[in-house]
């Protein structure tokens, strides 16, 4: 089991690349990062979602490797996958996987596009809270941020 040194709650996956600190963990480089959560896709029908990241994600849904967009490139690099979403369906759980190495910018984007939908970054409103949830000053998706150090 891994202690997260810092969490937050985040309402989208859109961090660009950049040479601060990634998403609020005060760290530039050597960064692990985990969101997990549930996502509301709008529709059934098949659906291309995306990671770009520097440097390396993957990206499951209900706990399948969907993207593995894994590397150390130079800038931001994006990679799909494909799923089929059902009407009884359209709730899923994912969780994406975030690491930046020791050298450059970091960044990671997560975006998607589907039925009646172009490509886009998946917003707040599709990251899923259960009605029959309370949640007091948090939501459902969180990232969050093991303490590993080199």
């Known amino acids: 089991m891994h202690l997260a040194y810092?969490?937050?709650?985040?309402?989208?996956?859109n961090f660009s690349q950049s040479t601060s600190s990634f998403a609020g963990s005060?760290?530039?480089?050597?960064?692990?990062?985990?969101?997990?959560?549930?996502?509301?896709?709008?529709?059934?029908?098949?659906w291309t979602l995306y990671t770009a990241s520097q440097d390396g994600s993957k990206l499951?849904?209900?706990d399948e490797v969907v993207i593995?967009?894994?590397?150390?490139?130079?800038?931001?690099?994006?990679?799909?996958?494909?799923?089929?979403?059902?009407?009884?369906?359209?709730?899923?759980?994912?969780?994406?996987?975030?690491?930046?190495?020791?050298?450059?910018?970091?960044?990671?984007?997560?975006?998607?596009?589907?039925?009646g939908k172009s490509k886009s970054v998946v917003q707040t409103t599709n990251?899923?809270?259960?009605t029959d949830v309370s949640i007091i000053g948090l939501p459902a998706y969180a990232i969050s941020i093991p303490n590993v150090s080199r």
């Open 60 to 62: 499951y849904i209900d």
């Open 26 to 46: 005060g760290k530039t480089n050597n960064v692990i990062a985990i969101f997990a959560g549930q996502l509301r896709f709008p529709s059934a029908g098949s």
């Open 127 to 130: 990251f899923y809270t259960p």
């Open 68 to 115: 593995n967009n894994d590397g150390v490139p130079k800038s931001m690099k994006e990679k799909s996958g494909t799923i089929d979403v059902t009407e009884v369906g359209l709730i899923k759980e994912f969780r994406l996987e975030y690491f930046k190495g020791d050298l450059g910018a970091n960044g990671l984007i997560l975006k998607w596009k589907g039925p």
């Open 6 to 13: 810092s969490g937050e709650c985040i309402s989208q996956i």
